[in-house]
């Protein structure tokens, strides 16, 4: 267990923080491309050898609330993620990526745990992730690892359990968002952006860079729809600024990428880009996310960028889900697994992949869970269950009327997964259906998730954020 939040201040930030921000605020205006990549040309022995390094660092990169098909590298038209779009063109880009929840705090249970939401018991907002769940901070930390978490989702706080592992767990220092930010995004509810959690990772990095780190950095400023003028190339409705903030997000990480290149750190860092949900916009009535488990909130980007650059990169076209993050990555760098997993290591198929050789696994069935009164006290649960088999996917939700509906799509000749099929295929329809029901009856290895009582000045930040919590 790490030490308690008032313990772990962060005395070293607080001198260089302001210097640094200010720096940012003027470099991360100019988007700047087509620089040579210095990593030198990797192999798929040099990803087998990355369980061997000692000098080896691990960047995890939260991209909140970013989904899959808005990007280029899986099939966009729009140019909103170049530096993302790099970063995958030489490493490995997953293809068909799925989260296990559409809200922040399941989903991110889910991911760090590597338990579906049945398994974590991290369904409503008063749940906490229990003392007895092993999460990866706490791995990197027993091997030596400096640990390092940098949060701005209120989902994610350390009263809710995420903070184990991390010697350092914080929201970073609330600084002024430029003038030119503010004015461009009338949705900004946060005294600070994700150019002060890049400027206190490289504080971090200045003052604790040359020991071995497992850093992690959520950034926000999607969920915000925040952008500026020169992110602002797609347009002015709800779903172009939606872009033109994705595009914004790529040019931070840029920034960061440039930075950790500068200072060395690209040939010894494996970097670790995911994404917690998606995000809807009107394509079956309904926007935003937290609501329902459909394709545009569930299905995410995933890539893995060595300290090596391969050419070409890596399309992993395999089913894969975020429960499968952990399992692979500490599995690549030499670390043992978490004790119970509903996840995989996916090592083995990467290295298969990267020699050429034909990998003949089927895909995992794979589930996505909301809890539709997630937020609504003393409610009944509502459980709205995706099941993911193949190309099929089958729904199930509470409709406005508190009844239950279900719906079977087929991402083969519908990729959107529009057109509903359970009339015409009632034996696929059952078939998932029974699967969703064995699922539901999964209980946690730890019993019920402890719970704790959220004062009203959390819950209006946490309603701050945009969520409905009565």
């Known amino acids: 267990m790490s030490k308690p939040f008032l313990d772990r201040r962060w005395p070293w930030a607080l001198a260089a923080l302001a210097v640094t921000l200010a720096f940012l605020s003027t470099i991360l205006e100019v988007r700047v491309g087509g620089d040579v990549d210095r990593r030198p040309k990797g192999t798929a022995d040099d990803i087998a050898r990355l369980a061997e390094r000692d000098d080896l660092n691990v960047l995890f990169i939260l991209i909140d609330t970013l989904r899959a098909d808005r990007l280029g590298m899986y099939g966009y038209e729009r140019d909103t993620s170049p530096e993302l779009d790099r970063l995958a063109a030489s490493g490995v880009r997953f293809e068909r990526h799925l989260s296990q929840s559409s809200w922040t705090k399941s989903s991110m249970a889910s991911l760090w745990t590597g338990l579906n939401p049945v398994r974590t018991g991290i369904t409503r907002y008063d749940d906490v992730i229990p003392d007895q769940a092993e999460l990866p901070a706490e791995i990197f930390q027993r091997a030596g690892f400096r640990t390092v978490g940098l949060y701005r989702n209120g989902w994610v706080a350390p009263t809710f359990g995420f903070d184990q592992g991390f010697e350092i767990y914080v929201r970073p220092l609330s600084t002024p968002v430029r003038r030119s930010l503010r004015v461009e995004n009338q949705t900004l509810t946060s005294k600070s952006t994700d150019e002060g959690v890049v400027a206190a990772a490289l504080e971090f990095l200045r003052v604790h860079g040359d020991e071995r780190w497992f850093l992690y950095l959520h950034l926000m400023d999607l969920h915000e729809y925040l952008y500026d003028e ?21 040019g931070v990480i840029r920034v960061l990428m440039a930075h950790l290149a500068d200072r060395g750190y690209s040939d010894n860092t494996l970097v670790v880009i995911a994404s917690d949900h998606g995000e809807a916009f009107r394509e079956r009535g309904l926007e935003g996310h937290a609501r329902r488990v459909y394709r545009e909130t569930t299905e995410v980007p995933l890539m893995l960028s060595f300290p090596f650059r391969l050419e070409p990169g890596i399309v992993f076209d395999a089913r894969t ?67 993911v088999d193949e190309a099929l996917r089958y729904v199930r939700a509470g409709d406005s009327q508190g009844r239950m509906a279900e719906q079977l799509f087929d991402a083969r000749d519908d990729p959107e997964e529009l057109h509903d099929l359970s ?42 954020l945009g969520y409905a919590i009565p």
């Open 321 to 387: 889900r975020n429960v499968d993050i952990w399992p692979t990555v500490l599995d690549l760098v030499g670390l043992p697994a978490a004790g119970e997993s509903d996840g995989r290591s996916l090592r083995a198929d990467l290295l298969a992949r990267a020699r050429g050789e034909t990998v003949a696994k089927p895909d995992p069935m794979a589930f996505a869970h909301l809890d539709q009164n997630w937020g609504r006290r003393g409610q009944e649960p509502v459980e709205s269950v995706a099941v």
């Open 423 to 464: 009339e015409e295929r009632p034996e696929e329809l059952a078939r998932l259906r029974q699967a969703a029901d064995r699922h539901l009856q999964i209980t946690p290895p730890w019993g019920e998730a402890p719970k704790r009582e959220i004062e009203e000045l959390e819950l209006n930040q946490l309603r701050a």
């Open 230 to 250: 020169e992110s602002a190339l797609f347009g002015g409705d709800y779903s172009d600024i939606y872009d033109n903030s994705i595009r914004w997000t790529d």
